[in-house]
């Protein structure tokens, strides 16, 4: 545990020591940004609507685009030789680069949080901001987001190219982002069992502001299946 | 200290080791030698639980680095080839870092990383970007990251490529003071360096192990040259032919060749030899044929020659040898 601990600051303080850091969470910042003031400002609506339903497409960039570097980097220079001779076990590596991942989210996340608390200061008189419905998109866009660096830390795996990693990544989570988008056309079995695998779907009835055991059972065996994945990954570069 | 059976270990279709077994007790500093993709770095990359064998064992003190990688990589410290190092980290962060991957108590690590800086002579770039550092001090991080757990058994991967002479004298300085209370596995391309350095030799070829000696045993008893100059004792004129002829006869030469001589009067030959040693009937002959002999001297074969003659002449063999990146030698 401690070990996974070391390997998950290590990697968390290298990230903000490169640019990458600032320019991935500064573009998401200004995205985010955006989507928020275009409804309060030109829309008038002091709200957090368009913010969380498109969340989940800036999560589809965002979230590999963090990841990329995890593991391809570390091939390419040759300190995975390094970092898998040491007393760990694979799978500590990977859960430590996986935890990192969730921080630097979770730093680039902090920072959206005066939106909230703006529209809970412009709520009208007497009545009441609901807090629930907030607090659940938030903990909505960690899960989706755990499940994305899952994804996309495997994807890092697989290349030692940083771009490569990116794109199959970007392309995994878009995967599981979009499935569900032409479900409608479909017959109602394959239309459900399609919906049940899009990440869009389940973040939808977090940020409503129920969390049901089946949505967190979701993301939480995707985060599962992409950690795996890694691991095993790991295991094939010994080989 | 060390076990090896049978190691194998095949990349796709190339195999990289054919069946290696050595044993290392501890305390030893043993030299691996080889040319460029004969299976040097794989046997070590195995031993540091890095790559996992294709079949075979190796175990380190009794542990099987397949079966309980955690176990035997605690025992180790591992300097890979290239020394790749996380740039980005300052000194004093990487070496805090793998002191607590490496599962140092907390309340020992402070004393545990000083130790290594001191041996290391890190202290100077504490706090610079591992970037920014020579490739000397790059070496000692490395070198410094391998002690810092204070580990039993040291494997380094060619620890002094790429470095200037006086920073391999100072490297190999720093290697020769941890042999005398560790077990030392390193690989090289540098011959005087096992000499200098190794008390036991291996050297491996093609993915097989070739000799196992004392450095300053292998290649005895398989001759060398003897180098002359000769001068008449009369002072009549010497014929290179003549003489040549002569020295051709003396018992135990196996070839002459004509070298520098001393100036004038004077004439210079390289003899070969076999098993025995000429230098006697040598003499024998100069002084029934009227001759001064002004210099004799007995070159054995050297670890080099030793070195081509088992790795087949020029070195680089198999497919293999793609894979490995150009080294400075």
Redesign the interface.
């Known amino acids: 545990m401690?070990?996974t601990l070391?390997?998950a600051?290590?990697e968390f303080?290298?990230f903000f020591?490169?640019p990458v850091a600032y320019i991935v969470i500064g573009v998401f910042l200004v995205v985010a940004g955006w989507l928020y003031f275009s409804t309060v400002f030109v829309a008038g609506q002091a709200s957090l609507r368009a913010f969380f339903s498109i969340a989940p497409v800036l999560f589809v960039v965002f979230a590999p685009a963090v990841t990329m570097r995890l593991v391809a980097e570390e091939r390419k220079?040759?300190?995975?030789?390094?970092l898998?001779?040491?007393?760990?076990?694979d799978w500590e590596v990977v859960a430590g680069k996986f935890l990192a991942a969730l921080g630097m989210v979770a730093v680039g996340l902090l920072w959206t949080l005066p939106y909230p608390l703006t529209v809970a200061s412009l709520t009208a008189e007497g009545a009441r901001f609901d807090w629930g419905p907030v607090v659940m998109g938030y903990l909505g866009l960690l899960l989706m987001a755990s499940s994305f660096l899952a994804l996309g830390l495997w994807a890092s795996a697989i290349s030692r190219n940083q771009i490569v990693g990116f794109i199959i990544g970007l392309l995994l989570c878009f995967a599981f982002y979009f499935i569900d988008k032409f479900a409608m056309v479909l017959p109602e079995s394959i239309g459900e069992l399609l919906q049940y695998l899009s990440v869009d779907y389940h973040f939808a009835n977090i940020a409503r502001g129920v969390l049901d055991t089946r949505d967190l059972l979701f993301y939480l065996s995707l985060t599962a299946v992409g950690l795996a994945l890694t691991t095993r990954t790991l295991g094939n570069v010994?080989? | 200290m060390i076990r090896i059976e049978g190691l194998t270990k095949s990349?796709g279709a190339t195999q990289a080791l054919r069946g290696v077994s050595f044993e290392v007790p501890r305390g030893q500093v043993v030299g691996f030698l080889g040319p460029n993709g004969a299976g040097k770095s794989t046997t070590m990359?195995i031993l540091?639980?890095?790559?996992?064998p294709t079949s075979g064992t190796a175990r380190v003190n009794g542990i099987d680095v397949s079966v309980d990688p955690?176990?035997s990589?605690?025992l180790?410290g591992?300097l890979?080839e290239?020394n790749?190092?996380?740039?980005?980290?300052m000194v004093r962060?990487f070496l805090d870092?793998?002191a607590?991957?490496?599962?140092i108590p907390k309340d020992r690590r402070a004393e545990r990383i000083r130790n290594a800086v001191d041996r290391c002579g890190l202290r100077a770039v504490l706090g610079k970007d591992i970037h920014q550092l020579s490739k000397g001090y790059r070496q000692r991080v490395g070198l410094a990251?391998a002690i810092v757990h204070d580990p039993d058994l040291l494997i380094l991967d060619e620890p002094t490529t790429g470095l200037d002479p006086n920073q391999i004298v100072e490297i190999r300085g720093l290697i020769k003071e941890l042999g005398q209370e560790k077990t030392v596995i390193l690989s090289t391309h540098i011959l005087s360096e096992v000499q200098s350095t190794c008390s036991r030799v291996l050297i491996i070829n093609d993915g097989r192990l070739v000799a196992d000696d004392a450095p300053e045993r292998l290649g005895k008893g398989e001759g060398g040259t003897v180098t002359v100059v000769l001068a008449s004792r009369t002072g009549a004129l010497l014929q290179t032919e003549a003489v040549r002829s002569m020295l051709e006869r003396v018992a135990g030469v196996t070839g002459v060749e004509t070298a520098e001589g001393e100036g004038s009067g004077t004439l210079g030959f390289r003899l070969r030899y076999g098993a025995e040693d000429i230098r006697r009937s040598l003499f024998e002959a100069a002084v029934r044929n009227d001759l001064c002999l002004l210099e004799v001297k007995r070159q054995h074969v050297s670890l080099e020659e030793t070195f081509r003659k088992l790795t087949g002449g020029e070195g680089v063999r198999g497919p293999q040898d793609e894979k490995t990146p150009p080294l400075a030698a």
């Open positions: 401690e070990t070391a390997v600051r290590r303080r290298s020591n490169s220079s040759g300190t995975l030789e390094l898998l001779s040491m007393p760990l076990r010994r080989q | 990349y990359k540091a639980g890095f790559v996992t955690v176990a990589r605690w180790i591992y890979p290239n790749p190092l996380y740039e980005e980290m962060d870092f793998v607590e991957v490496r599962g990251q």
